[in-house]
């Protein structure tokens, strides 16, 4: 298995992506995994000489260009073809590579993946799916950012790929599938989520209803679809206030001296409660509805982060999570019949 790596893309890269390859390799007793480290030849070979690298697993292929926030995410494959996040993706076009993973712009790997991957057939908007974890385990929330406009039958589809990931990340036999919404009531929202529901309801097996936002932590759905706009507003104020909440706790903590006393019981806790939060144990989400393994790691990631990033590519390659999502779309092909087709759909 070969797993192509932008090492430009990230607010820390290269130093963070190389050492994220670094330690995937030293904890991946599969020696038949290669990863390919792309970017600027000098920059990033600099960086691999810092680690203890077995040069018969990676690879170090130049790319002149790196993408940045600035970059027109609909234009990148033309402006930026020798980019490193472009290469990344030409690599699982070509068959190179079995999987692609950056934390760069995920507009531009989106847009980079849509052009030269296609769509698996059917789908007609991909999606964004992390993991946002819970005391429950977590839930996936599908769009968290791909696409701000969305007819009904394309939480359809996010519902039904989302739903082949759950079952591929946590042997789900029936996933639970949630609408986020105003209210629980069927007539609830939008126009949009009133005729998504109906469509749920129809196509999807173990569709559980509308969610509210206040009961998403309390484990009512394995999944939980919604347009990209609201998804990505949602999880980063989730982020926002893990963190939030976190610097208060411990502020408060240190106004109680009785409580200083308890912090060495209380750190085990702290600490596992921390790492189960923390968005970097669960590393990157795949696009799902791409025609190939390509996973989007956040902005910032860390190295620890970027490796468990490799892990989700390497696992989706290989439990075929491709051909799950295209058994879960040829099924409910209808949904593009004319009968379906309203204002929203």
């Known amino acids: 298995m070969r797993i192509a790596l932008d090492a430009m893309g990230g607010d820390h890269a290269p130093e963070q992506t190389v050492q994220g390859a670094s330690d995937f390799l030293q904890n991946c007793p599969d020696e038949n995994i290669t990863l390919i480290l792309i970017g600027p030849e000098d920059a990033v070979k600099a960086q691999v000489k810092k680690h203890p690298f077995d040069p018969t697993r990676i690879e170090v292929v130049h790319a002149s260009q790196v993408v940045d926030m600035h970059d027109r995410p609909a234009r990148i494959v033309k ?3 020798n980019s490193s996040l ?3 993706v030409e690599l699982v076009q070509s068959g190179e590579a079995d999987g692609a993973v950056s934390a760069g712009s995920t507009g531009a790997l989106l847009s980079a993946s849509l052009f030269l991957l296609h769509r698996i ?3 007609r908007r991909p999606a964004v799916c992390p993991l946002i974890p819970t005391a429950h385990g977590g839930f996936l929330l599908c769009d968290a950012g791909a696409n701000v406009d969305v007819r009904a039958r394309d939480l359809v589809h996010f519902a039904l790929m989302a739903r082949a990931n759950s079952i591929h990340l946590f042997n789900h036999p029936r996933p639970r599938i949630g609408l986020l919404n105003i209210g629980t009531e069927a007539g609830k929202g939008n126009e949009l ?3 998504a529901h109906s469509l749920l309801a129809e196509h999807v097996d173990n569709f559980v209803g509308n969610v509210e936002a206040r009961d998403l932590f309390a484990g009512v759905a394995d999944v939980v679809v919604c347009d990209g706009f609201v998804g990505n507003v949602l999880i980063k104020i989730v982020e926002g206030m893990v963190l939030h909440v976190a610097g208060w706790a411990r502020d408060k903590l240190k106004q109680h001296p009785i409580a200083q006393l308890a912090l060495p019981v209380m750190r085990p806790a702290l600490k596992d409660l921390a790492q189960e939060l923390d968005y970097e144990e669960h590393g990157g989400s795949p696009l799902l509805g791409i025609n190939g393994v390509v996973v989007i790691g956040h902005g910032t990631s860390s190295a620890r982060a970027i490796m468990n990033a490799i892990r989700t590519a390497v696992r989706a390659h290989r439990e075929n999570l ?9 099924a409910h092909l209808d949904i593009f019949e004319e009968r379906h087709v309203v204002t929203t759909a």
């Open 79 to 81: 402006s930026k073809r």
């Open 322 to 330: 491709l051909e799950s999502i295209r058994r879960g779309i040829e």
């Open 193 to 195: 989520t009133v005729r």
């Open 121 to 123: 057939p059917g789908v």
């Open 86 to 88: 472009v290469r990344a």
